[in-house]
């Protein structure tokens, strides 16, 4: 997953607005913790394409 250090800082969850942190090949919500896909380097933040944590 290629996403650049600037564009993490200024991303956040649709859901709760918290930062996101990157993790293998999804972005996770540092406060809801949904997980969202990253699908050809390209963040989806979708709340229903988001998972929950298991």
Same mark, same amino acid.
């Given at each position: 997953?290629?996403?650049d250090?600037? @564009? =993490?800082?200024? =991303? &956040?969850?649709?859901?709760?607005?918290?930062? @996101?942190r &990157?993790?293998?090949?999804?972005? &996770?919500?540092?406060?809801?913790? @949904?997980?969202?896909?990253?699908r050809?380097?390209?963040? *989806? =933040? @979708? *709340?229903?394409? &988001?998972?929950?944590?298991?």
């Amino acid at each position: 997953m290629k996403i650049d250090d600037w @564009l =993490l800082e200024i =991303l &956040a969850c649709p859901a709760c607005k918290s930062p @996101l942190r &990157a993790e293998s090949e999804e972005l &996770a919500c540092t406060s809801c913790g @949904l997980i969202y896909p990253v699908r050809d380097d390209i963040p *989806v =933040l @979708l *709340v229903d394409e &988001a998972r929950k944590p298991s």
